[in-house]
């Protein structure tokens, strides 16, 4: 069993803030949160920013380089992403990424249910 909860979408107006939450809970082995990932409608679901489960390292989107912050509290097996600079073309549905191991030691990728973003000009 998987359990994925995220939290702190919302909406809010251009040049605005907001800051996203993924916790991941579960049986399983190995159970990592790793980024954050969006889809806007009639698009397909693209990375917005990861972060290793092994070290501090990054990577993000050139759209939201400068402005998007992504960081792991281990203890709690959270990974936030902090959103500055909100513009109309951030509004997606974000959702949350998770690894696991399986019960035969298989990598395994597991979702969110995903939280809304909406940024009005």
């Known amino acids: 069993q998987v359990q994925v909860v995220e939290s702190g979408g919302g909406s809010v107006q251009a040049g605005g803030s907001l800051r996203l939450s993924c916790v991941a809970s579960g049986s399983v082995a190995g159970i990592k949160p790793t980024g954050w990932y969006r889809q806007a409608p009639g698009k397909t679901r693209e990375l917005v920013a990861a972060i290793s489960t092994m070290n501090a390292n990054t990577r993000y989107a050139d759209s939201v380089k400068g402005r998007f912050t992504i960081s792991r509290d281990n203890a709690k097996n959270t990974v936030h992403l902090q959103m500055n600079s909100l513009k109309p073309e951030d509004t997606a549905v974000y959702y949350c990424?998770?690894?696991?191991?399986?019960?035969?030691?298989?990598?395994?990728?597991?979702w969110g249910q995903g939280t809304q973003v909406t940024v009005s000009s």
């Open positions: 990424r998770v690894v696991y191991n399986d019960y035969r030691g298989q990598f395994q990728e597991f």
